[in-house]
């Protein structure tokens, strides 16, 4: 609509030089209608505020807090900074809900706690990355990130941690998970039960409230949105796999299934998420760049996966804050479809079709597979494939040219062999 707008004035000025102006003053005037022209295009494309449609919402009621100073001179200045922006998101969320929503101060405070409970306490490892991207690939454009870019990647960490809480309250019914990060699961408290579904989707819904106040007059606003919607529903079906491997037989279980879950349900947002949003504040816009960043973030992220697999039926709930299941669930796990294919002999795997996924946590079937991954020498397998997944990782180095390679280094380090 605006080009025809455009193109028809254009047509305009162009017939009104040729008739009107003697033809000495016909150059500057053109020249002037050109800039009209580009100013015109200008504004056109100037980003404009998101204006909320929705009734109850007044938006001059939407108010950003200021952003404090955000040191990132050590690695704990780094994560006691990001920490100090999630209790703004929270205060601003709450603000909204009481002044734009009628949410009584009750429910409003049930929120709150919601969001400090199970946003709070895990590793932050998405989150975190998302600002050390951000530093990384403004630096290698030649610029300083501002305290405000530095807050600004903050909060998109903070976006992607409230994902994070809400896809793991879902995930912790899903599974009959009893413990998370050291404590009960969210479910698990007060006899809340099912209703923890509700909250679950309340935290999706706030993660969009933040991401809309703080970028909402930002030309990357749309991108993120999709982003994020895009990850979102990639995660869930990854989620969809995982869960329907409960009806599937056994033998369905095999490293390709395994691979596909894990990729959607863990890589995407836990590892190419943090990096393109960093991405998209950089103004990166070529298409090859996000696939080729995404080709390493996806092998680190199935990599995670196999270690949080790993950790499921060797760690211990003290270390990883949580007790495993998967052997009760019938997950299509690495150990699992590692042992059940090729390591493990005729009366073992008659015993994992009788006992896997029906048995319970800490019961003597559950140990007994346990200590059946242990004889068949699965761990030496697990060790083996954590190095061949670092050096497939390494391998790509040169395949992205505008993201350094710092950046997918110091996601590398965080997690090559994590114990927890
Ligand atoms: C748990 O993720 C869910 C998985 C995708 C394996 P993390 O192990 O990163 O959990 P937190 O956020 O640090 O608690
Ligand atoms: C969960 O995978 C992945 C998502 C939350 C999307 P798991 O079910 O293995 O995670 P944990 O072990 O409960 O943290
Ligand atoms: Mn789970
Ligand atoms: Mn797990």
New binding site residues.
């Given amino acids: 609509m605006l080009d025809a707008v455009l193109t028809l004035l254009a047509a305009a000025w162009g017939a009104a030089i040729r008739l009107l102006i003697p033809e000495a003053q016909q150059l500057p005037v053109a020249a002037l209608a050109l800039v009209t022209l580009a100013a015109a295009r200008f504004f056109a494309s100037a980003p404009a505020a998101v204006c909320a449609i929705g009734p109850a919402v007044d938006a001059s009621k939407v108010t950003r807090r200021p952003y404090p100073v955000y040191d990132i001179s050590s690695s704990e200045a780094k994560k006691a900074s990001f920490s100090k922006i999630i209790p703004i998101l929270i205060d601003e969320a709450c603000d909204e809900l009481e002044q734009s929503y009628e949410v009584r101060p009750d429910e409003v405070a049930w929120i709150r706690n919601v969001l400090e409970y199970n946003v709070v306490g895990g590793k932050m490892n998405r989150g975190l990355m998302v600002v050390e991207s951000g530093v990384l690939l403004f630096e290698s454009q030649g610029t300083n990130a501002t305290n405000d870019d530095l807050c600004r990647f903050a909060v998109l960490g903070w976006v992607i941690e409230m994902l994070?809480a809400w896809?793991?309250i879902?995930?912790?019914i899903?599974?009959s998970?009893v413990t998370?990060r050291g404590r009960p699961c969210w479910y698990k408290r007060d006899g809340l039960g099912s209703a923890a579904i509700n909250d679950a989707f309340l935290v999706e819904m706030i993660l969009f409230k933040a991401l809309r106040r703080h970028f909402g007059d930002r030309p990357e606003y749309s991108k993120l949105v999709d982003l994020v919607m895009e990850t979102t529903l990639q995660?869930?079906l990854?989620?969809l796999l995982?869960i329907k491997c409960d009806t599937a037989p056994l033998q369905a279980f095999t490293l390709d299934r395994w691979t596909a879950i894990?990729k959607y349900?863990?890589a995407f947002?836990?590892f190419y998420l943090p990096v393109a949003m960093a991405m998209v504040c950089a103004g990166l816009e070529e298409r090859s760049e996000y696939d080729a960043a995404r080709e390493i973030l996806v092998v680190m992220g199935v990599y995670f996966?196999a270690q949080?697999?790993f950790?499921?039926a060797f760690g211990t709930p003290g270390q990883?804050g949580?007790i495993?299941?998967?052997i009760q669930?019938k997950?299509c796990?690495w150990l699992f479809v590692n042992a059940y294919h090729s390591m493990v002999d005729a009366t073992q795997k008659k015993y994992l079709d009788k006992h896997y996924g029906n048995c319970s946590v800490g019961s003597k079937e559950e140990k007994k597979i346990k200590a059946m991954y242990k004889n068949i020498g699965l761990e030496a397998k697990y060790h083996a494939y954590e190095e061949a997944s670092y050096a497939q990782i390494m391998q790509l180095k040169g395949s992205v040219s505008s993201v350094p390679w710092a950046v997918f280094e110091t996601f590398l380090k965080k997690v090559y062999k994590r114990k927890k």
């Fill in positions: 994070q896809l793991l879902a995930d912790d899903m599974d998970s998370r995660t869930e990854g989620q995982d894990v349900k863990t947002y836990s996966q949080d697999d950790l499921d990883i949580k495993g299941t998967d669930d997950k796990g």
